[in-house]
């Protein structure tokens, strides 16, 4: 017996109940990578399964609300839009934050969602939110083209439209939605799998939370004492950053986009850990 | 030989009853005693997991101290009760779940196929779901495609290959599925009581197909199950578990047999282990074989098997019959009435007679379960009750000119 065992030395594998914090398994990750490709794929497919138009969908959702956002908040409610067209103004801030929204909400029931997988076979936990992203992302770049029309169309019925360098930054702030979204997601999907509690709060949590995000309004409209708790929301400098980018309308604070840079990196890796943390016992108590 | 998997120690426990306001503070103190280096006072308490009677804590061992190894090349059999700890301990294996304490090595790659069909999206087809399913379970997308017309081939689907599977019968839904496990490069592959599904045929290609992986293949495979003739045939080894705690292992055959002979009872049969539609009505008390009262008797093959079935009846009934199964190496070998039609029975003690003629059976391990029948019983056109796996007697060998040790299969045919 003992010779087999000194020439047993090299596992490849070893199944243990504590892990090192920090080993993320992010090589596990990348030998899945096909996997996340298919259910980014699976995802996309199944949502215009059985529907005539499909993919065009993804663009009534954000007409939609672009018009009734128009009407309610810049026609009765006189909110301003900094002069950028009402109807360009609102499709930046819905597309933006359906994309963060998005994230987040299906990142934070990750384990709920796919308990029934998970429980049945292991494969890296992190290719679910990574492929949450991804989908959403695809999601958004559709929608985006929507927006490049609009814009194209206000330019030539004469707006003053002013794309800038910051626009630069555009995939920069789309990386730090998503991360952001992402990390402030598994952070809640691991604190709801023993613990429904913050669930209820995530439902009616996220609707609030637009509007402490300049979505409907821009940051120079909102009354100067609470301007900065609405900075403090890491989203604020990234929103204000993009339509500024594309439009030149509103300012670009340096300071209040690297808080958001540092705010989302944090969460993001804070939301790696906790959700490494989880995922090894989580089909115990979900 | 190396070693393909090394348990050490595993236990795993589990926090039973619910989780609500009560266990937050509960979790607290778990993790201040945590915090402060301490043990985990829930932990503490060792109690063995047995499920019928109540224990003190609400923490169970669901599996305790678990120390094995594994062969490369081998086919394990896993076998033992209900909540014995199986599937707990697969799920530690395919990496589902952590143990609480203890550690588990493995060399090679693990595929685990613990449902069939884990992931399978209904919208998409056929093809697409091969390939999710595929690299869900750890293939790469180029060894599906390399495995792609075989596995269609195995599930025999090509006609539907591109429909939704939510449009497949639950046969083919099956059959898919499998096909796609089957097919997995890994070095071990994890089987949990899959085959149940499908029907006989496919079990017995799927069963072809798995000895295949072992044999031929050389790969590693647990497989647990409750059939025991299909752990007879398909493994080398086999392990047994007995409430959490690893009760036997040697070669399966052995196994199979501890697992029968520790399990069954010896005879008296207690209430809880009847199921049935009137249980109400009526109770089985005791089984005996040729008037012993002991546990696994070995009865010789010149000898009838004379079964008795003892039990009480609480309400009488117009058409009342006892029946009874047997079974060896998990194969039923027949199912019989006591009489030819049914008759009506009276409250009161009752005892019924089975009898099975001398030289029919060969020599071997039987299993009995018993049940009954009632037509006409409360408007309903069948009314039923069984108790399972009640019994077990042995036919030792014997040589005499009318049991001929050359004969093979089941039983013998009486010549008339």
């Known amino acids: 017996m003992n010779n087999t065992l000194t020439t047993d030395t090299n596992w490849d594998l070893e199944i243990k109940p504590h892990d090192n914090l920090f080993n993320l398994h992010l090589k596990d990750v990348w030998s899945y990578r096909d996997l996340l490709l298919l259910l980014v794929r699976r995802d996309f497919v199944s949502f215009y399964k059985q529907t005539i138009f499909g993919p065009v969908w993804l663009f009534v959702q954000p007409i939609f609300t672009t018009i009734t956002f128009t009407i309610v908040f810049s026609k009765l409610a006189k909110i301003s839009t900094e002069d950028i067209p009402a109807p360009l103004f609102y499709l930046t801030g819905n597309i933006a934050w359906n994309y963060f929204s998005d994230c987040l909400n299906k990142s934070s029931s990750v384990f709920r969602d796919n308990a029934s997988i998970f429980g049945k076979v292991y494969f890296p936990r992190l290719i679910m939110p990574i492929s949450i992203v991804i989908s959403n992302l695809i999601r958004f770049g559709i929608q985006f083209l929507l927006f490049l029309c609009m814009m194209v169309y206000f330019a030539f019925q004469g707006h003053p439209l002013h794309p800038n360098l910051y626009v630069l930054l555009f995939p920069v702030i789309i990386l730090l939605m998503a991360i952001l979204g992402l990390g402030l997601g598994m952070i809640i999907s691991a604190m709801t799998t023993k613990y429904r509690d913050l669930t209820f709060l995530m439902g009616f949590g996220v609707q609030l939370l637009m509007y402490a995000t300049p979505i409907i309004y821009p940051l120079s409209a909102a009354p100067a004492r609470y301007r900065a708790y609405i900075s403090l929301n890491p989203l604020s400098g990234l929103i204000e950053t993009f339509r500024y980018g594309f439009t030149g309308k509103g300012e670009f604070f340096v300071g209040a986009f690297m808080y958001s840079v540092a705010a989302s990196i944090v969460l993001f890796l804070l939301g790696l850990i906790v959700f490494n943390r989880v995922e090894k016992t989580f089909v115990d108590t979900v | ?416």
């Open chain 2, 1 to 416: 030989m190396s070693i393909a998997i090394k348990a050490e120690n595993i236990s795993k426990a589990y926090q039973i009853g619910e989780f609500s306001t009560g266990t937050l503070t509960r979790d607290i103190e778990r993790w201040w005693a945590l915090l402060r280096g301490k043990e985990d006072p829930f932990l503490r308490i060792g109690e063995t997991n047995d499920r019928s009677s109540k224990g003190g804590s609400d923490i169970v061992w669901s599996l305790k101290d678990i120390n094995f190894d594994i062969q490369q090349g081998d086919a394990v059999g896993i076998i033992g009760r209900n909540g014995a700890g199986k599937s707990t301990l697969l799920k530690i294996l395919s990496r589902v779940t952590t143990p609480t304490t203890g550690s588990v090595k493995v060399k090679g790659r693990i595929a685990s196929l613990l449902e069939v069909g884990t992931g399978f999206h209904p919208e998409l087809t056929g093809r697409e779901n091969i390939f999710l399913n595929g690299a869900i379970l750890g293939m790469r997308k180029h060894e599906i495609k390399k495995h792609f017309d075989a596995i269609v081939d195995f599930a025999g689907v090509e006609r539907y290959v591109d429909t939704p599977v939510k449009r497949y019968s639950s046969g083919m839904y099956v059959r898919l599925a499998f096909a796609v496990a089957a097919h997995l490069e890994s070095e071990i592959l994890i089987v949990d009581e899959v085959l149940a599904v499908g029907d006989a045929e496919f079990q017995k290609k799927c069963l072809g197909k798995m000895g295949d992986v072992s044999q031929n293949e050389g790969r590693t495979v647990l497989f647990v199950s409750h059939n025991m003739g299909a752990v007879n045939q398909l493994c080398k080894k086999g392990i047994l578990l007995k409430n959490g705690q690893l009760a036997f292992s040697d070669t399966a055959e052995k196994t199979v047999r501890e697992y029968l002979r520790s399990e069954v009872g010896n005879g008296m049969i207690s209430s809880k282990s009847i199921v049935g539609t009137f249980t109400d009505k009526i109770t089985f008390k005791r089984v005996s074989i040729n008037g012993i009262l002991d546990s696994q008797p070995s009865v010789k093959p010149s000898e009838k098997v004379d079964i008795k079935i003892e039990g009480t009846c609480f309400k009488s009934m117009d058409a009342f019959r006892v029946n009874l199964s047997l079974y060896k190496d998990g194969i039923r070998i027949f199912t019989a009435h006591d009489t030819h039609s049914p008759y009506s029975i009276e409250t009161g003690e009752f005892q019924k007679h089975i009898i099975i003629p001398e030289y029919l059976l060969r020599p071997g391990e039987y299993l009995i379960s018993i049940g009954g029948h009632c037509a006409g019983y409360e408007n309903s056109s069948m009314d039923w009750i069984f108790a399972s796996e009640v019994f077990s007697f042995n036919i030792i060998e014997e040589w005499s000119p009318n049991n001929d040790f050359n004969g093979a299969g089941l039983i013998n045919l009486p010549l008339i």
